[in-house]
Structure formats: structure tokens, C-alpha cells
T-cell receptor, first 115, second 115 residues
Framework: NAGVTQTPKFQVLKTGQSMTLQCAQDMNHEYMSWYRQDPGMGLRLIHYSVGAGITDQGEVPNGYNVSRSTTEDFPLRLLSAAPSQTSVYFC??????????????FGAGSRLTVL | AQSVTQLDSQVPVFEEAPVELRCNYSSSVSVYLFWYVQYPNQGLQLLLKYLSGSTLVESINGFEAEFNKSQTSFHLRKPSVHISDTAEYFCAVSNSGGSNYKLTFGKGTLLTVNP
């Protein structure tokens, strides 16, 4: 049981480049989400999805796109990377809403540096 | 809107000493409360949660937290810490009803256990 798998673990981009952070889970979780973690800021929600074909914005969505074509995958796209997007990104999933409370399982993280 | 305040950004302690990591929250509705732990270079893992019932909740590795509704607190305690408890600890809150998908995280407390 792999849980939540994120790729790549590390990435360096130049300003203006695009890339996709991949997230896959094998737990048949309905809910998937992306957070960014910055020093002294805790975790901030970027986008989330409550099922295939359904996505919505979190508190810091600007500069990021998502889609959810399957239950298993929830990629995060940066269309034109900016230095402000240098961060550690975490994908997290859960059985919510069927479980009542949103108890998240996190991936190991993807560290992105934008030069 | 909810908010979480972790009162200490860093807590250094010696091995076998007791520790308390403080968490206060603000919400106009009933809440679920969580503590997550992040070991170095890893993703977050659920440590314990309060959903309902007994206000004292425990983890398998000796941590406990008590939900105090009147003081809007959910402090994390351990009577005797180990070197292996060195990690960053995040308190999180969500609504207990309605659209309770959204977790609001605190900024984290770095616990460093010294020999």
C-alpha cells in the first residue's frame, strides 16, 4: 500500500517555466488537496477536490491549476513559475466526506525552487 | 473564519523532561481538532485528533491533548520526551458540521529534544 505518492521530490525551475507536480493515491480517497509549506507560515491550502471532475480553490490558488480526471490522481500545474512559488508542496487525501471529519494522509512532499 | 495560534515557534527541551506545546483556536462553531507531526524531510502524519466524546485524547507514542472548550485550547503534552520526538508539530482545526473539509493549520512548533 503506497499511500500518497508525489513526484518529483525536488525540482528547480527558471522564472516563466511551467511544470506539473504529480500526486497519486491508492486508497480510493474521495478528497484530495494541495498545500504549500513556507517557513513560519504553516500549511496553506492551494486547491482541493472532493471527487473526480470536481475541484475548487483554497486560500492561495493564484498561479496554480488543478484537474481531477480520475479518483487516484490530482496533478498541480504551474503555468508560469515565479520566485514566490518557491516552496515545499504537499499533496494530501482523505475519505472525506464519507468519514465525517477530514483526516488527511500526506505525501512526502515536493521541494520546488524557482530562480 | 477559523484561526489557530501556536504560541511557541520553538521549544527546546532535554531528554526525559516533560513538554507542553500550546495551541489556541478561534471559531464561531463547534470544531474538530488535530495534531500532526512532521519529522525531518518527511510529510505530516496524524498524531491525534478530537472529534467528540472524551476531551482527553491520546496517541500511541505517549502524547496526549486535552480539548478545553472554555479556553478554546488543545494543548499537546508528553510527560517524558525522547530524542526521537524531535519534529515539528502542527495544530489544526476544522468545523464539525457542514462543509468541514477545510483544515486551518497553525504555523507549527519545532520541538527539539537534546541529550
Amino acid at each position: 500500500n503506497a499511500g500518497v505518492t508525489q513526484t518529483p521530490k525536488f525540482q528547480v525551475l527558471k522564472t516563466g517555466q511551467s511544470m506539473t507536480l504529480q500526486c497519486a493515491q491508492d486508497m480510493n480517497h474521495e478528497y484530495m488537496s494541495w498545500y504549500r509549506q513556507d517557513p513560519g507560515m504553516g500549511l496553506r491550502l492551494i486547491h482541493y477536490s472532493v471527487g473526480a471532475g470536481i475541484t475548487d480553490q483554497g486560500e492561495v490558488p493564484n498561479g496554480y491549476n488543478v484537474s481531477r480526471s480520475t479518483t487516484e490522481d490530482f496533478p498541480l500545474r504551474l503555468l508560469s513559475a515565479a520566485p514566490s512559488q518557491t516552496s515545499v508542496y504537499f499533496c494530501a487525501s482523505s475519505y472525506y466526506p464519507s468519514s465525517g471529519a477530514n483526516v488527511l494522509t500526506f505525501g512526502a512532499g515536493s521541494r520546488l525552487t524557482v530562480l | 473564519a477559523q484561526s489557530v495560534t501556536q504560541l511557541d515557534s520553538q521549544v527546546p527541551v532535554f531528554e526525559e523532561a516533560p513538554v507542553e506545546l500550546r495551541c489556541n483556536y478561534s471559531s464561531s462553531v463547534s470544531v474538530y481538532l488535530f495534531w500532526y507531526v512532521q519529522y525531518p524531510n518527511q510529510g505530516l502524519q496524524l498524531l491525534l485528533k478530537y472529534l467528540s466524546g472524551s476531551t482527553l485524547v491520546e496517541s500511541i507514542n505517549g502524547f496526549e491533548a486535552e480539548f478545553n472548550k472554555s479556553q478554546t485550547s488543545f494543548h499537546l503534552r508528553k510527560p517524558s520526551v525522547h530524542i526521537s520526538d524531535t519534529a515539528e508539530y502542527f495544530c489544526a482545526v476544522s468545523n464539525s458540521g457542514g462543509s468541514n473539509y477545510k483544515l486551518t493549520f497553525g504555523k507549527g512548533t519545532l520541538l527539539t529534544v537534546n541529550p
